[in-house]
């Protein structure tokens, strides 16, 4: 939560909640027969490249025929673009500097606050709750077990086939095996002879199956790899994107206004072994634009594999009669760079790197009902031909936050909207700190923030990233939380981003906004790109004092 300037982080002293001793009881829910179930599919490192979000090159039919039948934000944004962070953030409706997770060494219940999370808060309300796939960031982040046993009735599934994820299976043009970036596969050559994706896709059906006759409502939570690198995916989705017909981005160099702490220099795409073979300089020498190609490839094949995923679950839905009782949310933890500015990866507080899709389809809300017989999610097939692109049921152009995910999925379900936290919060279980999206739902809002409503532009998204130095270095991109020096705080508007690099002490989780190392400022109207820094220019003008949600 970004302090106002001068102000620190409000309650610097550590609260230790006890930890939950035993599971409660499933009895406090609604009642199994007017309870809505939910599916809460989570993707890795997924930017709006989709159909529904006007990109014309990637195909992306199933997740566009979701977005027809439901409420799309249009400008959706990530707390931290980085993996673990924004997973705990949205998973608890709580802001990076009170979760306290900026790397991925930490377990908030230890280290800031037992706050609880969007599954939890459905357990304890008579909902069955399961994980498969890569929900919770694995390890440290969420105590190497998924936050099990608070959020999670069974065991999550995590797919055998993940452990081979970094390994050498990508076939070279030498015949030999590499740890590459870029890396289709013949899905009946790898190990196990199966993706992470599939796996997930399986089992999730498996667990819709079983609860198809379930007394109590569910709560599944599906998170997908792809398109998270390495770009491993079936080979034959290249096909869908022949190089000839993929462009560099639009602004390949770095902006040459850009200060140099807000740089990202991707070290983890280096470290690949195809990547190390270009021998391109650290950390601002470009990729050779033949191979940045590659990448873009790689990565809206990915997505439309991903899709295909979506697609087979979401049918599975139909197919089972569970579409007309289940909502479906359907998000990315963040971004990913393909060349902007010369970067690429995540970790920054750039538009690309934070920007998300966002959807929510409610039965009988954001679409009728389906008929006898009707199926409202049947499989498409992204090698066939699409004849037109299927609109998304509305848009909602209003800025928001990830962190507005808990209180709106509860509120949908017909669960009480947990209460605004308090500041500070540490000592607070149950609380979230984003705002409540009901009111697009047409649904009651009770909430205190009826001065959002019809002025798109009081609304507000912050994000944040932290930097070890002023300078790029080989660990700015996920610096330990022991050498964060400096804080990139962000505020994005329908009409601006605002950045400022300020001083931070990893010792009190305290930044020091008298300390400015740098700025941004990025007009969305004359540079919806955020190519040209005019933060110079604009000392001494005026911006409303927001950094404070």
């Not at 997930?200 to 007394?215: G, H, Y």
């Not at 089972?320 to 920054?348: C, M, N, P, Q």
């Not at 909602?396 to 999925?409: M, R």
């Not at 740098?518 to 969305?524: D, T």
Request: aromatic share 10%.
């Amino acid at each position: 939560m970004p302090p106002s300037p001068g102000w620190g982080l409000l309650g610097l002293s550590l609260v230790l909640a006890s930890v939950c001793a035993a599971f409660k009881s499933a009895a406090q829910g609604n009642s199994a027969t007017d309870a809505l179930n939910v599916l809460l599919i989570v993707v890795d490192d997924l930017r709006p490249t989709l159909g529904c979000y006007e990109d014309k090159l990637v195909r992306s039919p199933n997740i566009d025929q979701l977005a027809s039948r439901s409420i799309l934000f249009q400008n959706a944004f990530a707390q931290q673009a980085v993996c673990a962070p924004s997973r705990v953030s949205f998973l608890t409706g709580r802001r990076p500097d009170t979760t306290r997770l900026y790397d991925f060494n930490s377990y908030w219940r230890v280290h800031a606050g037992n706050f609880s999370t969007i599954p939890q808060y459905f357990k304890e309300n008579g909902y069955v709750t399961m994980s498969v796939g890569k929900v919770f960031h694995p390890g440290i982040s969420s105590n190497h077990s998924d936050d099990s046993p608070y959020s999670w009735s069974i065991p999550p599934y995590h797919p055998s086939s993940e452990k081979y994820e970094n390994t050498k299976t990508c076939r070279g043009q030498d015949g030999e095996l590499h740890a590459n970036l870029v890396c289709p596969v013949d899905v009946a050559d790898v190990p196990e002879g199966t993706l992470p994706d599939k796996q997930s896709t399986e089992q999730a059906i498996c667990l819709l199956e079983k609860m198809k006759t379930s007394a109590r409502p569910f709560f599944l939570a599906v998170g997908y790899h792809k398109p998270h690198i390495p770009f491993r995916y079936p080979k034959e989705f290249q096909k869908l994107y022949p190089l000839e017909n993929i462009t560099l981005a639009p602004d390949p160099q770095v902006p040459a206004g850009l200060p140099p702490v807000a740089y990202n220099p991707w070290m983890d795409v280096r470290q690949r072994e195809d990547v190390q073979a270009l021998n391109v300089s650290v950390p601002y020498g470009p990729i050779p634009a033949d191979f940045q190609r590659k990448i873009r490839q790689s990565y809206f094949a990915s997505v439309s594999y991903l899709d295909t995923q979506v697609g087979h679950l979401l049918s599975a839905l139909d197919d089972l009669h569970l579409a007309s009782s289940t909502i479906v949310a359907f998000t990315s933890d963040h971004g990913w760079s393909l060349g902007e500015h010369g970067e690429w990866a995540k970790y920054s507080n750039f538009d690309v790197t934070t920007r998300v899709p966002l959807m929510f389809y409610v039965p009988g809300r954001t679409a009728l009902l389906p008929e006898a017989g009707e199926k409202l999610f049947p499989y498409i097939d992204p090698f066939d031909s699409i004849s037109e692109l299927m609109e998304p049921g509305r848009r909602a152009k209003e800025v928001v936050e990830l962190v507005s995910l808990f209180p709106t999925l509860a509120g949908l379900a017909g669960l009480q909207v947990p209460p605004r936290c308090p500041v500070p919060s540490f000592h607070v279980e149950l609380c979230r700190e984003g705002q409540n999206l009901l009111k697009h739902f047409q649904l009651p809002d009770l909430e205190e923030d009826s001065d959002l409503r019809g002025n798109p532009r009081k609304s507000i998204a912050y994000s944040q990233y932290p930097r070890p130095a002023d300078s790029p270095q080989w660990n700015s991109d996920k610096p330990s939380l022991k050498d964060i020096k400096i804080m990139g705080y962000s505020i994005r508007t329908v009409d601006y981003r605002y950045t400022v690099w300020v001083g931070f002490s990893p010792e009190e989780f305290l930044a020091n906004f008298s300390d400015v190392h740098a700025g941004e400022l990025y007009f969305v109207d004359s540079d919806p790109l955020q190519d040209r820094n005019v933060y110079n220019d604009s000392q001494g003008g005026e911006l409303p004092p927001l950094w404070m949600p």
